[in-house]
T-cell receptor, first 112, second 113 residues
Framework: GENVEQHPSTLSVQEGDSAVIKCTYSDSASNYFPWYKQELGKRPQLIIDIRSNVGEKKDQRIAVTLNKTAKHFSLHITETQPEDSAVYFCAASGAAGNKLTFGGGTRVLVKP | GAGVSQSPSNKVTEKGKDVELRCDPISGHTALYWYRQSLGQGLEFLIYFQGNSAPDKSGLPSDRFSAERTGGSVSTLTIQRTQQEDSAVYLC???????????FGQGTRLTVV
């Protein structure tokens, strides 16, 4: 089955700086890569996703890049704000029979 | 329409008792997942359903845990002879298919005393 590794496990940034979270996956047949944000006491919610037919996708201050050859994908948050403080999870899916598999999560703290 | 609904929201049970947690997925969603999340920790995968079948049960921690899904819809997670280490938030998620957005329920907070 699929295995997803996520780094770093914690990330502290100054407000206004950028944050980058990186994930690697094991199954080259995976073709769907979502990112979820979980605020304290709340459920995880999708913030952006990318499919294997594109290399980059942007939505305002967040962007995701995908390198299929290297089997890694990254989340970039620019101009971070205190409300970006949360736990972020990457995930991968798509290979026949493989469920959606999550990384271990990154706790992001944006310091004002 | 309605999102993923889980019941109960909170459950306090005595050690050794059995509990049932319920998940009502979004209508038409074929994929359904159960996860467990302890305070400040990540998403611990328990079981994945595609329709009524469970192609991946690899995350169930012990034979005290079981789950079923009927009619391709509602799912029930049963924990027998609960232990204190079972205390956690149990999250259910559903998606149209495993390559589409998964929507999470609000979770069931289980406390074993």
């Amino acid at each position: 089955g699929e295995n997803v590794e996520q780094h770093p496990s914690t990330l502290s940034v100054q407000e206004g700086d950028s944050a980058v979270i990186k994930c690697t996956y094991s199954d080259s047949a995976s073709n769907y890569f979502p990112w979820y944000k979980q605020e304290l006491g709340k459920r995880p919610q999708l913030i952006i996703d990318i499919r294997s037919n594109v290399g980059e996708k942007k939505d305002q201050r967040i962007a995701v890049t995908l390198n299929k050859t290297a089997k890694h994908f990254s989340l970039h948050i620019t101009e971070t704000q205190p409300e970006d403080s949360a736990v972020y999870f990457c995930a991968a899916s798509g290979a026949a029979g493989n469920k959606l598999t999550f990384g271990g999560g990154t706790r992001v703290l944006v310091k004002p | 329409g309605a999102g993923v609904s889980q019941s109960p929201s909170n459950k306090v049970t005595e050690k050794g008792k059995d509990v049932e947690l319920r998940c009502d997925p979004i209508s038409g969603h074929t994929a359904l997942y159960w996860y467990r999340q302890s305070l400040g920790q990540g998403l611990e995968f328990l079981i994945y359903f595609q329709g009524n079948s469970a192609p991946d049960k690899s995350g169930l921690p012990s034979d005290r845990f079981s789950a079923e899904r009927t009619g391709g819809s509602v799912s029930t997670l049963t924990i027998q002879r609960t232990q204190q280490e079972d205390s956690a938030v149990y999250l259910c998620a559903s998606s149209l298919d495993r390559t589409f957005e998964a929507f999470f329920g609000q979770g069931t907070r289980l406390t074993v005393v």
